[in-house]
């Protein structure tokens, strides 16, 4: 019983965790797919997000039908044909325009009536917009730029001095946070937690899964290492493989897509150190119960990567989504790591956003850790 | 440590295998043993015996369900930690991180039984020149052979001296030099170091070696005691009988095996050494038919002999069951199934087959034997059209493989080393998947796969799920799903490789019945023992054929003057290291 007295048993400890450790380390370094998965991977998810998959909406096609030939309407038409996010074209009846928007040729159309600028002289005139409806998204935002236009042209007007009482739909929009409208700016920090869940959860699901296929585990088990060894020696280098993933994006984010970094590094760091830490739990988890390595891989794709992309707040706005399906994402770590990430780079350090999302991911960590560690029990069955 | 106590003792030993949606296996029926510190003890038993079981239990990687197990003065259930402390333990598949080299893999296990440097830099010269893995000191441990993978395995769990060394089948799938080698560490450490080792194996001249044998048999104990008290069983019981012809060993075996009072029956030398029960004298049974006008001597009983008249009243009672073909093969009057000349092949710089030649006749059992990594899987391979030749000629069936695989593979059956199944499927799932894949339609087809369930005696098990079937059964299905439709030549690699003695009687009781109607056969195998069933055999190392002829060829031309008559693996033994000494010598 010498090694359990606490004197001597310290030492041991680390020496074992230590071969562990570098153990793992080499067999990351001379496993491609590791590092495929550890550093190539959120470099092509970067550039990809970065640069290929954009959600800002420009040189929108509308069809603008003019009934009424007066100048002012003519001003007003100008205002779409010099704005960047349009690219309109003049039919001449509502009729044409109707079978191009059938035909997704065109997303929009804007009509302005034959007594158009009869009312507007009477200070109540209608600028007639129809929208293709099958991207609700993509609808809303056409919408918002309609009345952008519309607004513009109606302060041109007011400063020109004609007609200074009418507002025909003036609304007033401002866009916070993004300013630039760039959805790079969400899209990265939200690309962060892409990257901490496929290193943390899908890398580790799939090398403990594969210590049991080999049947390295049943060897592993008979010597005097402790589960707690084991669970520690495959932690640590896939933690910092995880931070690795963090400096790639973070860089990336800051000097490839200029996205603001207005909160302090320190508790982005320590944010991600703690989701980390939660997927490598959850990895480890999955692995430990399903001792496959393609349904393990197969099974935390499932339940922490696709919530992550879907679920997360980080493509689609939660408070958008129905009841029941936000209450599943207060389930998914990936929702509190999104809503630090986000006010992080974008608004600064908000503690009231900071603390609770923290507590959460610590929360689960700590349960994850106990939880890992009493199901890795030393044996077979 | 108190050498008196036992270092190892089960009491009414339980444990039971329950997986949801199967059928509860019951591993260890009340298992009770003690092993003493300083033995080299050995378990045996057929497959499904509950080998395994006990050693992962004494390795405290499982909890028994009944009984008490305890592990040099500890309970299982209650220190498994502490068990684990002291004992190593190698599992059947040992596990090497296959992506670590091996000095890395050695260092691995040292630090985790907290091996000091000092303690390394004495122990690893010695393990070393035991495993002659020196040279191979910075390769991968993926990259080593199948012999120098289980040494290294040995080595790792031998980085510090335990208590107690539990191996479990540590030469499975081990050729004989490798086998040698292996037990000559194993004896060393229990001779000159003390060591106590528990191990489990299905070669039973390594059980031989043993000071005490465990015979395990549906989970319970059959027998235990010293090898000789084991041999005892078969006294008086053991024959050599001389056929007429002396090509006729294979088919009196054959017919000897056949009866209910012949406990085993094998080819030797020429041969058929045969244990028969005792008789009653007053009635004269078909076996003394067969024996009439034959020279029979009585001859002293070997450890095999006693072993399978132990076993002889639980396994398969009935005797074999051989197999009939529906109609014999087909005969294109080509005399070779196969003629092979000058093949070669290379991976890159690696020459695996250099150059090799031999001819097999029509209907003739061939064995191609060799050590691990000699060529013998990657010439199967291209016998089969799996692997493009780097050049050569290469006829199967009368069809050029080289130009048109296709055709000879529509003649020829295939069972892979760990047979090809498809797991998740039931045996008939396999069988249909099979017939399919083969082109089999219709009535053929119903007609085929029923042949194959009621001559391969698979129809108990028609619905299981094929992963979860035991070892013999796999084989079974393996072979009828390569026999399916009805090719004029059966590629077998390593077939009985890690099966019981009487799983491979059984299985060459229906390779030389398909052989009597027509089928030709080419087998590679690791137990030299099983050439003799052979009518012809080449032996392979390094890529090159070292020796071609009948069993009695092989052995005559391996004698010496200090081993007159060498058995078959003693020739075989022979015929590699003069080979590699030569290589030596001209290098």
């Known amino acids: 019983m010498k090694e359990h007295t606490s004197a001597d048993a310290w030492p041991a400890k680390l020496r074992r965790i230590r071969a562990l450790v570098r153990k793992e380390t080499l067999q990351v370094l001379r496993d491609p797919s590791s590092i495929a998965i550890g550093i190539v991977l959120p470099l092509i998810l970067i550039l990809l997000f970065g640069y290929g998959l954009s959600l800002d909406v420009k040189h929108v096609p509308i069809a603008l039908v003019m009934d009424d030939n007066s100048a002012d309407a003519s001003a007003l038409a100008g205002v779409f044909e010099l704005s960047p996010y349009f690219r309109p074209q003049r039919l001449p009846t509502l009729a044409a325009a109707q079978t191009l928007l059938l035909q997704q040729k065109i997303d929009g159309i804007v009509r302005l009536q034959s007594d158009f600028s009869q009312r507007l002289n009477d200070g109540h005139a209608e600028v007639q917009l129809i929208v293709h409806g099958a991207d609700a998204n993509r609808a809303r935002i056409i919408q918002g730029y309609v009345t952008g236009a519309v607004g513009i042209w109606s302060a041109q007007r007011q400063a020109q001095g004609q007609t200074p009482d009418i507002a025909p739909v003036t609304l007033q929009t401002r866009v916070w946070f993004n300013e630039a409208n760039d959805s790079s700016y969400f899209l990265v920090p939200g690309l962060i937690v892409l990257v901490m869940t496929l290193i943390g959860g899908l890398l580790t699901s799939m090398v403990m899964a594969r210590e049991w296929e080999r049947g390295t585990l049943e060897t592993l088990l008979v010597t005097p290492v402790r589960g707690d060894e084991i669970l520690l020696g495959k932690t640590l280098p896939y933690f910092l493989l995880g931070m690795i993933g963090l400096a790639v994006c973070v860089l990336a984010a800051e000097f490839l897509f200029h996205v603001p970094l207005r909160g302090s590094l320190w508790i982005l760091l320590g944010a991600s150190m703690l989701y980390v830490l939660v997927a490598l739990g959850i990895g480890l988890l999955i692995s430990s119960w399903v001792k496959n390595q393609l349904v393990a891989s197969q099974l935390t794709m499932l339940v922490t990567f696709m919530p992550a992309f879907m679920l997360s707040g980080f493509l689609f706005d939660l408070r958008s989504v129905p009841l029941f399906v936000r209450l599943i994402t207060y389930l998914l770590p990936a929702r509190y790591y999104v809503a630090l990430l986000q006010s992080v780079f974008l608004a600064g350090n908000v503690w009231a956003v900071i603390l609770p999302n923290t507590l959460v991911l610590a929360l689960m960590a700590a349960g994850l850790g106990l939880t890992s560690r009493a199901v890795m029990n030393k044996r077979l069955q | ?587």
């Not at chain 2, 090497?96 to 004495?122: F, I, K, P, S």
């Not at chain 2, 796999?474 to 090719?487: N, V």
């Not at chain 2, 109607?517 to 009518?535: L, S």
């Open chain 2, 1 to 587: 440590m108190n050498s008196a106590l036992p270092a190892l003792r089960a009491e009414s030993l339980h444990y039971t295998y329950r997986r949801k949606r199967e059928p509860a296996v019951e591993a260890l029926a009340g298992v009770s043993l003690e092993i003493r510190h300083g033995t080299l003890s050995a378990l045996i038993g057929p497959d499904g015996a509950g080998k395994t079981t006990l050693m992962r239990l004494a390795a405290a990687l499982l909890r028994p369900e009944s009984g008490t197990l305890t592990v040099l003065d500890l309970d299982v259930t209650a220190h498994p930690q502490e068990i684990q402390d002291r004992i190593s333990y190698m599992p059947q598949r040992f596990g090497l991180y296959e992506d670590l080299t091996v000095a890395e893999n050695m260092d691995l296990y040292a630090e985790l039984h907290g091996v000091t440097a000092q303690e390394r830099a004495q122990r690893y010269p010695q393990l070393m020149a035991m495993t002659a893995l020196e040279p191979f000191r910075r390769r991968l441990a993926g990259q080593l052979s199948g012999g120098m993978k289980q040494k290294l395995g040995l080595a790792c769990t031998l980085v510090r001296s335990p208590q107690l060394l539990l191996l479990d089948e540590p030469t499975v799938g081990v050729d004989p030099l490798s086998r040698r080698e292996l037990w000559d560490i194993v004896h060393s450490l229990v001779s000159e170091q003390g060591l106590t080792v528990l191990l489990s194996t299905s070669y039973l001249d390594e059980a031989e070696r043993c000071s005490h044998i465990v015979l395990l048999n549906q989970g319970r104990v059959l027998a235990q005691g010293t090898p000789a008290e084991v041999t005892e069983h078969a006294k008086g019981l053991t024959f050599i009988a001389q056929p007429r012809s002396p090509n006729g060993a294979r088919a009196l075996q054959a017919q000897l095996f056949d009866q209910p009072d012949i406990i085993d029956a094998v080819p030797d030398a020429g041969h058929v050494r045969f244990v028969r029960a005792a008789s009653r004298a007053d009635s004269t049974s078909a076996t003394d038919v067969l024996l009439q006008g034959l020279t029979v001597t009585p001859t002293e009983p070997s450890f095999e002999d006693g072993f399978m008249t132990l076993l002889r009243h639980i396994v398969n009672p009935e005797g074999a069951h051989p197999v009939t073909m529906d109609r014999p093969a087909p005969n294109n009057g080509d005399q070779h199934a196969v003629t092979v000349r000058g093949l070669v092949k290379r991976f890159g710089d690696f020459t695996a087959v250099d150059h090799i030649e031999f001819d097999v006749h029509r209907g003739e059992i061939f064995g191609l034997l060799g050590p691990n990594g000699a060529g013998k899987t990657t010439t199967f391979r291209m016998l089969c059209g799996l692997l493009t030749p780097s050049g050569g000629e290469l006829r199967v069936a009368g069809t050029d493989v080289r130009r048109t695989p296709a055709a000879a593979r529509e003649r020829l059956g295939y069972v892979a080393q760990k047979f090809s199944l498809y797991g998740p499927l039931s045996v008939t799932e396999n069988l249909e998947f099979f017939a399919s894949a083969y082109g089999l339609r219709g009535a053929r087809r119903r007609a085929r796969i029923d042949w194959a369930i009621r001559e391969f005696e698979l129809a108990d098990q028609a619905r299981a799920t094929s992963a979860l079937l035991p070892g013999g059964f796999k084989q079974r299905l393996a072979m009828a799903a390569a026999l399916l439709h009805e090719p004029e030549i059966l590629f077998l690699d390593e077939p009985t490789s890690g099966a019981d003695p009487h799983a491979r009687r059984v299985f060459w009781r229906r390779i030389t019945a398909l052989s009597q109607q027509g089928v030709t056969i080419i087998v590679t195998t690791h137990f030299m023992q099983e050439a003799e069933y052979c009518d012809r055999v080449a032996i392979m190392d390094s890529g090159r054929v070292l020796a071609q002829g009948s069993p009695a060829d092989i052995r005559r031309g391996a004698s010496s003057a200090g081993a007159p008559n060498p058995g078959m693996e003693e020739a075989f033994i022979a015929i590699v290291e003069r080979s590699r000494d030569q290589t030596q010598a001209a290098a």
